[in-house]
């Protein structure tokens, strides 16, 4: 399998049922053992992309913080660039580099504002973000690696475009259930098992009670 420009790795704490946050938005899944790994990964990449409703919800900082390393740029898919000033994103985009890709929607005055920080905004796509554009892009940057860490709706654009090559996946010991949950996946990839993307399992450790499988498209 040809591998993408740049590489693609998918990274979400899932709940045994596939959910990644309860229908109020908690997301918690991880162990404090569980963020060491990630951050560790964290510092391996390249950028670590998100969607907006993630931003909104969690207000991450996405940077490594549990371990030593280097920080990674944070990109945020943001069509109409509806990203809150006071989000830690913009606010510590002075310290650590910050990628908004927006589509064409976006209001002139929604560009002021995120003209006020300093970042870089990529305008792709005529409604919502053109993924294969912006990644392009971000490759021309010497971008090689990205971690995206969700949530559903930007992971399905991933899959559906297939545009990943391989999945990092905690499976954490909860249960949460609801169709108002996010899931990991946020939209329909496949209706027949066999058009589903072909994965190999390429290796999983135990971290007490969560369990983190590693999977590699074929
Ligand atoms: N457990 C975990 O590991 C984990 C990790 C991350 C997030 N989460 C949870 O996931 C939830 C959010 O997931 P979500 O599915 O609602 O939203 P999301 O994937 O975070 O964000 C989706 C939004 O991104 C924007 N976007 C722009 N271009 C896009 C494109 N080409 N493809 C997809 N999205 C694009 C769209 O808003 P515009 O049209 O306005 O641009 C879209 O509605 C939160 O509750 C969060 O806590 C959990």
């Not at 391996?44 to 900082?61: A, R």
């Not at 990092?168 to 909860?174: A, E």
Request: aromatic residues 6%; glycine residues 6%; proline residues 4%.
């Amino acid at each position: 399998m040809e591998k993408s420009k740049p590489y693609i790795i998918l990274s979400a704490a899932i709940s045994l049922d596939g959910k990644i946050a309860t229908k109020t938005g908690d997301s918690k899944l991880s162990s404090h053992q569980d963020f060491i790994r990630l951050h560790k990964l964290r510092s391996t990449v390249d950028g670590i992309l998100v969607g907006k409703n993630t931003v909104m919800k969690d207000d991450p900082l996405l940077t490594v913080r549990y371990v030593k390393g280097k920080n990674p740029i944070r990109i945020i898919l943001d069509s109409k660039g509806e990203i809150s000033s006071k989000s830690k994103i913009l606010q510590t985009s002075y310290e650590f580099p910050t990628v908004i890709a927006v589509s064409k929607q976006i209001s002139k005055s929604n560009l002021e504002k995120l003209s006020k920080f300093p970042i870089e905004v990529i305008i792709t796509g005529e409604n919502s973000v053109n993924i294969k554009s912006l990644l392009k892009k971000l490759s021309k940057k010497k971008i090689t690696t990205i971690l995206v860490e969700g949530g559903g709706s930007t992971n399905w654009e991933f899959i559906k475009q297939n545009l990943f090559d391989e999945l990092v996946l905690t499976i954490s010991p909860y249960l949460i259930g609801g169709n108002d949950a996010v899931s990991f996946v946020q939209g329909s990839v496949v209706s027949k098992i066999p058009e589903s993307p072909n994965l190999r399992l390429k290796s999983f450790k135990r971290l007490k009670n969560h369990l983190v499988l590693n999977y590699v498209k074929v």
